[in-house]
């Protein structure tokens, strides 16, 4: 019996593309919030909504990504388990 496959990984360039966009995108947010022309206290809000929107999108990643991981996981043991049912269970043998 095959077993499921990996899940699959992302490729180098996959993975830069994300980082640079990231980084583009945060620093173009950076930019305009130095230049806009507020107040002090708007420019502190908006930096610290920025901060949090940048956490938050990470922790919101990670949990996403363990969710698939424990998806994995769980279908790989349930695999294992059908796997030694069949192994243990002989068709040819015939029962009295």
Request: net charge positive; aromatic share 12%; hydrophobic share 50%.
């Amino acid at each position: 019996m095959p077993n499921t496959p990996a899940p699959s990984k992302n490729t180098p360039a996959f993975f830069a593309q994300a980082g640079v966009s990231f980084a583009v995108s945060l620093l173009g947010l950076l930019f305009a919030l130095l230049y806009l022309p507020v107040d002090p206290w708007v420019r502190a809000f908006l930096a610290m909504t920025t901060l949090f929107l940048v956490s938050s999108s990470f922790t919101l990643a990670k949990v996403v990504r363990d969710a698939q991981d424990d998806k994995y996981v769980i279908s790989r043991l349930d695999q294992a388990r059908f796997d030694k049912v069949l192994a243990e269970h002989d068709l040819t043998k015939t029962h009295p």
